[in-house]
Structure formats: C-alpha cells, structure tokens
C-alpha cells in the first residue's frame, strides 16, 4: 500500500499552487489605469523595431544565357535578333581564340547592363581581355560600315506620311549624358516610328540646344537644303529652338481648344513624343546609363552611336526588347519660345515671317486631316 507523502510535502506543494494561481489571476486581472499608463510609457520609450523589406532582391541577370527568354534581359535584343547580328558581322567580328558569336554576346552584354569588363570575362568564363576587344571591335565595325542606319529614308514621303504633323520629316531633340569628364550633349532626330535619323554626339553638356545645334553638320545641311524636300520641315521639342523655315516649334501661349493652333500644338507634341522616347530608350541601355565609366569621352561618343544602330536594327526587325514605352503624362504647357523675332535684324524678321506663314498655313490644314 503506497504511503502518504510527509506533512512537509504538502505544505511546500500548497505553496507553489498558491504562487501559481496568484501569478495566473496577475495575467487574467486586467491591469489598474496607472499600471495601463506606465506600460503605455514604457512602450514609447522603446526604439521602434525596423521591419523586414517585403520587395524581393533583384534577380541576378542570366548571363550567359540559357534561354531564349533569356536574350532580351542579357542583350536587349531577341535571340532571333541575336542570331540575325551573329551571321551579319561574322566575317567582321573575328578573335583568336573565341568564336565570333562570343564576341557578340560579350559586346552586347556590356552595351545591355554596363557591367565591368572583369565582371563579364568571369561570367562568360573567358580571358580578362576579351569583353573589352570584343565591345571595341562591335563598335568599330558597326560605325566604319553600318553609317547608313543612322540616316534618312531613301523614300522621304512615306516617312512624312506616317507623321502626326503633315509633311514632317522629323522631331529635333538634344539629350544630356553623364559622361566620363563631365556632361555630354548629343542631338538627334527621330522619325515617326522613333528611328533615329540623324545623330551628333560629344558636345559640351553645357551648351544650349540651340548652340548644339548650330555647331552640328545637320544645321549646314538643312540651311543648304540638302537634306529636306521642298515642304518639309522639323519639330523641334523644347523650348531652346527657334521658329525657322525647316524648323517648326508651337504657338506660344494657351491655345483655343478646337482652334487650328490647338490641333497644331497638340498634333507638335505628338511628334516630338517620339523623340523622347527615342531618348529614353537609349539611356535604357546600361552602357549608357554608366557612360562615366568608359575610358575616354570617344568612347563615350562610339557607345552611344553604338547604341543608336542597335535600336534602329530592333525596330526595323520590330523587336522591341530596348523600346522605352510611350509617354502617359499630359503634354507639358507651351512656353515663351525665342521666336518672336525680339531684337532680330531685318534679315531675321524677314525669315521669322516666311517661317510664321508657313506655320500657320500647316495649322489650317490640321482639321482638314
């Protein structure tokens, strides 16, 4: 028969029974206002805790890639572009020890995210000078025998067909890069279907759009009359250029909604989207986007000259793997613009006022499109 435990057990287990439920009704019993007070207090006191980002890390680029899925994150292009460009330049692109394609997938992935040449020759597995002599030799021969992708149709009226504007031939833009011993300036023109048409790169990122302009072979040309047809003109996005011949810019000033200067603006705009987006497309490029890093401001130019051809051969494949996408925003007000023809000579009125009528005459005709 089992024995009953001692007195002394007893009394040392009704103890810690007691402590027990006194401890469960402390937890139970809601606490006074001024226990409620303290604890509030205490709480704020505490240095907030910072909470676990919920964004998920980037996902690392597939370089090489294994995929064809692949090709637009490592290239910006598709891999039917890919393969297209691997059989154009195969007899241009040779290296000693690595097969032509190589050096294309090498150019193309430094032009695509900018990585260091080191970064890459470990990725791809290849000698440590090889992205480097395969992104100079890509830009080489893209620039010494492919010129004509970065050039005007052959067929200026079906271009000036598609335009917004009637007769339009193109949107005149500058854009600014940070380049490797300060800001660069480049100017292009960019058609309806946002295909670069004409490119002058490696100003001083400090000049105007109008001097840019100026200093460019494109002015000489367009004063000349040697790139457009009799009719034909530009749009000139910002509000740096002046109101010419060749050179159409908004009417200045709120607008009538409704009014043939309405339609002309908003018709002006529409135009000049295209170029931006061009522009943006571009700095797309990762290349671009560090073009501080590349060793010389020539080779800051070659790159975005580079860069230019690509994106034309993308669209003329209508790949559209670099394409920036369009503006949403509204278009922004119109300005006071330098063509006004203020403190001008009389030669100047005198092309202000040509200039002036065939702006207007183009604006009669917008409700009529």
Known sequence: RRLPPPPSLLLLLTHHLTAAAAALLVLLDPPSPSARKRRRLDVEELDPVPLPSLQPEPEPLPLPPTSPDHYPLAFRVSAPT????????????????????????????????????????ALFRVPASAPRAASRRLRRVLLANFRFWLAFPAEPSSAAASSPLPSCRG?????????????????????????????????????????????????????????????QYLAGDGDGYPLLPWLMVPFRGP?????PEAEFNAAH???????????????????????RDEESPRAAVACIGTCAMLHNVLLAREDHSALAPEETDLPPAVQRRADDGDAAGVEDLEIHRRASAFRGALAATMRRR
Not at 90 to 111: E, F
Not at 255 to 259: D, E, F, I, W, Y
């Open 255 to 259: 607008a009538v909604p409704g009014s």
């Open 82 to 121: 890919f393969n297209f460009l691997a059989g154009l330049l195969d007899p241009l692109l040779s290296h000693p020890s690595l097969p032509s394609s190589t050096l294309l997938a090498l150019a193309l992935a430094r032009l695509a995210t900018g990585l260091p040449y080191a970064t890459l020759a």
């Open 269 to 291: 705009d529409a135009m000049c989207r295209k170029a931006r987006r061009t522009v943006r497309s571009l700095k797309g490029w990762g290349a671009i986007a560090r073009l």
């Open 171 to 231: 949107a005149l833009a500058c854009a600014r890069f940070d380049g490797p011993d300060g800001p660069l300036a480049a100017q292009l023109v960019a058609g309806a279907s946002s295909r670069v048409l004409s490119l002058a790169a490696g100003f001083r990122g400090d000049r105007t759009d109008l001097e840019v302009l100026k200093l460019s072979s494109l002015y000489q040309e367009l004063e000349q009359g040697k790139v457009l047809d009799h009719g």
